[in-house]
């Protein structure tokens, strides 16, 4: 089965008519996109948008052998104009199965969302989902599928949660192509639009690409340890949830615990459980190492700094006499034991960490120390990470990929 992409952006398309934002200003050219709309082998168009012949025209395909056109959102304004010669744009109820004249199937499935999703079976037996902008499939959850789908189309930036339940419930596996459409301007094009999509297992494609579903193609390579550095307020921590949002199930790591008697440090650990998905397990522990000794679920950290400031006080390091003597040793010998576990450890982890020593030096000796045991500790773990991201103002440098 054979599908040309005529376009892969949001309805309004990329960029945005009138938009006057930094990402929709550098999308031209081979970064522009239309609104997404899919010709499947020749015979059935996803999504009727303006200039879908024109766009056809580019990829060198023809509408001429179309016989279905299917809408899977509803548009707003006046009707699209239907090419001469194309059959009546429509949408198919929710369950329903069409058969095709070319010998494709087509059934309707329930959204979350306004909008219809569609499974296409071709001829030979290959499987496609598409999903409309802004939606996930209905009722997946404890559903398990048949098996998976060769090829999806989802909006894989927008509602990266919706990649999650088809992961939780199989239909998409590790061989599944999963190629992000409806892009719009929340992403800046290039290396960054290719970093957050390979962070679901996904990736973007141009305009007017063809992909052949079954198709054996290489997955994008998750890094399987990622330490995500960052100053106070720099997005750090929202970086490290976005890596693994896309994931059915997570075990969230909160390593600051709970401070009775203060408001302030409560609304920021409520700030965080918000926006984190329903699905994901928060723990609250320093003790790291079981949990990387043992299999499961991928692993959030968050923070290391809190994780060190536990150790320090643990080892009664904050005090001169007792870092000389025993602390030192105590602390240094927690974080050796924490990088052979993050060595050895077979769970996806994602670790964040305050990035420090940047130029103002603490008042005081227990503040120089904890500075510069934080530095080691980074140093540390990040030798142990296959990936490095530095935040800085909530732009993510890659320091190690």
């Known amino acids: 089965m054979e599908l040309t992409l005529l376009g892969t952006g949001s309805p309004d398309g990329l960029p945005r008519p009138g938009c006057p934002c930094a990402a929709c200003a550098v999308s031209v050219g081979t970064r522009a996109r239309g609104a997404t709309a899919v010709l499947v082998d020749g015979a059935v168009l996803l999504d009727l948008t303006p200039g879908a012949v024109l766009a056809a025209a580019r990829a060198g395909r023809s509408l001429s052998g179309v016989r279905q056109v299917l809408l899977s959102h509803p548009h707003e304004g006046p009707a ?92 998409v596996g590790p061989a599944t192509d999963v190629v992000a459409v409806h892009l719009d301007h929340d992403t800046p094009p290039g290396e960054e639009l290719r970093r957050r999509c390979a962070a ?96 499961g679920p991928p692993l959030l950290i968050d923070c290391l700094a809190l994780w060190l400031t536990d150790a320090m006080d643990r080892a009664g390091a904050w005090d001169d006499e007792v870092w000389a003597s025993t602390g030192a040793k105590h602390v240094r010998d927690r974080v050796a034991d924490l990088a052979a576990a993050l060595r050895a450890t077979r769970r996806t982890v994602v670790a964040v960490s305050n990035e420090v020593g940047s130029g103002i030096v603490p008042a005081t000796a227990s503040g120089r120390r904890f500075r510069d045991e934080l530095g080691r ?25």
């Open 80 to 171: 699209l104009e239907l090419p001469p010669g194309l059959p009546t744009a429509g949408r198919v109820p929710d369950g329903r199965e069409v058969p095709v004249v070319s010998g494709h199937r087509v059934r309707a499935l329930a959204m979350d969302a306004p909008g219809t999703g569609y499974e296409v079976t071709g001829p030979d037996g290959e499987r496609l989902l598409y999903l409309p902008p802004g939606a996930a499939p209905a009722g997946t959850n404890g559903q398990r599928a048949q098996r998976p789908y060769d090829l999806v189309l989802a909006d894989v930036l927008g509602r990266p949660e919706a990649l999650a339940r088809l992961r939780a419930s199989g239909a």
């Open 200 to 295: 679901a297992g996904a990736r973007a494609v141009p305009d007017g690409t063809t992909l052949v579903a079954g198709d054996y193609r290489a997955v994008p390579d998750l890094p399987r340890r990622t330490l995500v550095l960052g100053g106070a307020r720099s997005g750090k921590s929202y970086e490290a949830e976005r890596r693994l949002e896309a994931f059915p199930e997570v075990h969230y790591v909160a390593t600051g615990g709970t401070r009775d008697g203060d408001p302030e440090w409560a609304q920021r650990v409520g700030l965080h459980r918000e926006r984190r998905p329903g699905s994901w397990r928060t723990l609250e522990t320093c003790d790291l190492v079981p949990l990387l000794s043992v299999p």
């Open 377 to 401: 500790l980074n140093t540390a773990v990040a030798a142990e990470c296959e990936h490095v991201l530095l935040v800085v103002a909530g732009q993510a440098l890659v320091l190690k990929d």
